[in-house]
């Protein structure tokens, strides 16, 4: 009896991976947080109805004339729910980052945030979209004081992304 359990649990999985792969797309993206230059890649893949898991990387370079000298460096994934059929849908989705900082002067710190977003994503051509969310994000800050105390944060944070999907059931 146990191994008809086992045999039916892998067939039951074998057939949900098949399904997800079927309808599964992949691409790049860049996104934009603020002015500038795209600083965060990401890796956007879709499955199922309308869910989009994007794993996401960053790195940012601030020069000595900037207010905080060094460089950071973020890692971090997104998970998004895309609602409706056609070239415009909106979405709300959860994300996740954890922000490695390397000041020009003192000790690194780390960074992890949390958080929500709603927004919507548009078609432009036939393997291009444009994302746009925004949303409430917690941050646990590193030990940046003085003190070398640790706090929390909670801000508003909207992104803008542009998706190139290369590969998969368009």
């Given at each position: 009896?146990?191994?008809?359990?086992?045999?039916?649990?892998?067939?039951?999985?074998?057939?949900?991976?098949?399904?997800?792969?079927?309808?599964?797309?992949?691409g790049?993206?860049?996104?934009?947080?603020?002015?500038?230059?795209?600083?965060?890649?990401?890796?956007?893949?879709?499955?199922?109805?309308?869910?989009?898991?994007?794993?996401?990387?960053?790195?940012?370079?601030?020069?000595?004339?900037?207010?905080?000298?060094?460089?950071?460096?973020?890692?971090?994934?997104?998970?998004?729910?895309?609602?409706?059929?056609?070239?415009?849908?909106?979405?709300?989705?959860?994300?996740?980052?954890?922000?490695?900082?390397?000041?020009?002067?003192?000790?690194?710190?780390?960074?992890?945030?949390?958080?929500?977003?709603?927004?919507?994503?548009?078609?432009?051509?036939?393997?291009?979209?444009?994302?746009?969310?925004?949303?409430?994000?917690?941050?646990?800050v590193?030990?940046?004081?003085?003190?070398?105390?640790?706090?929390?944060?909670?801000?508003?944070?909207?992104?803008?992304?542009?998706?190139?999907?290369?590969?998969g059931?368009?």
């Amino acid at each position: 009896m146990k191994r008809f359990g086992i045999v039916a649990t892998t067939v039951a999985l074998a057939i949900l991976a098949t399904t997800a792969v079927a309808s599964a797309q992949i691409g790049v993206a860049v996104m934009w947080e603020g002015n500038g230059i795209a600083p965060v890649f990401a890796l956007p893949i879709t499955f199922g109805e309308g869910m989009v898991f994007q794993p996401m990387a960053g790195i940012w370079w601030e020069g000595d004339k900037g207010p905080y000298p060094g460089t950071e460096f973020m890692i971090g994934a997104s998970f998004e729910k895309q609602m409706g059929e056609g070239d415009t849908r909106p979405l709300f989705g959860a994300l996740a980052a954890l922000d490695m900082i390397s000041p020009k002067e003192g000790d690194s710190y780390t960074d992890f945030s949390i958080g929500v977003f709603v927004g919507g994503t548009a078609k432009l051509a036939e393997n291009v979209s444009l994302v746009g969310a925004w949303g409430p994000t917690m941050t646990m800050v590193g030990k940046r004081t003085s003190a070398g105390d640790s706090y929390a944060t909670l801000n508003s944070t909207a992104h803008v992304a542009l998706r190139w999907w290369l590969w998969g059931n368009k």
